[in-house]
């Protein structure tokens, strides 16, 4: 299903932004080789949490699918949304190429979640709050999708110098890890602040672990600190 929001929660230049990348998303080397490098360790905080065998998930702005076909081989029946045609595109093709069963869809988590209220039993929104200009109807609309039970699974960029220094400075302008512009200091999160939308949505905050990407050995680890990235695991009560 291809739909468009009604609502606008998203940015065009975001979007386009984004799309602009989408030839290259699945090359390791490419403008996402970050990306990659921090896709096992997101697989990993998920699948420490959950059961994914034989899993309903929905993966909320998927980009070109690298988590999406992460989280199906690992037995999960996935669906993904993403609003920029180009990498829903790119996300389709490499499905088909892979031989990854993923449901890839052009379509805003609100409409989703109005279709199919109480339907996962795993949502993931990973590095998408920060690019959005209402970050907590997301995770409204990603509450709604979840089945009592379920579990939401977010990871961001909190707002601090640290964060600035080396997600934006040092990613962007100097290792040149991420093409500039990639972040927006203004729009990262606070874990404080995404706690509070948690429990707004009627969600239960389970735990926060701070992602640290290590560009030397080009991997990414779970660690103690939140200061500049960071993945949350939050439950629907039921």
């Known amino acids: 299903m291809d739909t468009v929001a ?8 975001e979007l386009d932004k984004f799309g602009a990348l989408a030839n290259r998303w699945w090359d390791p080397q490419g403008p996402q080789k970050a990306l990659h490098a921090l896709n096992p360790a997101r697989l990993g ?14 993966d909320v702005g998927c980009g070109g699918g ?4 992460a989280l199906a081989r690992a037995g999960a029946d996935v669906t993904a949304l993403d609003l920029a045609p180009e990498l829903v595109k790119v996300a389709r093709l490499h499905g088909l190429e892979s031989g990854v069963k993923v449901d890839y869809r052009l379509q805003p988590v609100e409409s989703l979640a109005a279709e199919r209220p109480a339907s996962f039993d ?5 590095e998408m709050l920060e690019h959005v200009p209402d970050p907590g109807a997301i995770i409204r609309a990603c509450a709604m999708a979840l089945k009592p039970g379920g579990r939401l699974f977010l990871s961001t960029l909190n707002r601090t110098p640290a964060a600035f220094a080396l997600a934006i400075i040092g990613a962007e302008y100097v290792a040149r890890l991420l093409p500039k512009g990639t972040h927006q200091y203004r729009d990262f999160i606070r874990p404080s602040e995404l706690a509070a939308w948690l429990r707004q949505a009627g969600l239960q905050l389970e735990d926060v672990s701070g992602l640290a990407y290590e560009p030397w050995r080009n991997a990414a680890r779970l660690v103690g600190r939140t200061d500049v990235n960071y993945l949350a695991c939050a439950r629907k009560p039921g």
Do not use: H, I, K, P
């Open 6 to 13: 009604e609502d606008r929660n998203f940015s065009q230049a």
């Open 45 to 58: 905080y998920v699948s420490a949490r959950v059961e994914l065998s034989g899993a309903t998930a929905l």
């Open 122 to 126: 795993v949502v993931t929104c990973m």
């Open 66 to 69: 690298l988590l999406s076909e």
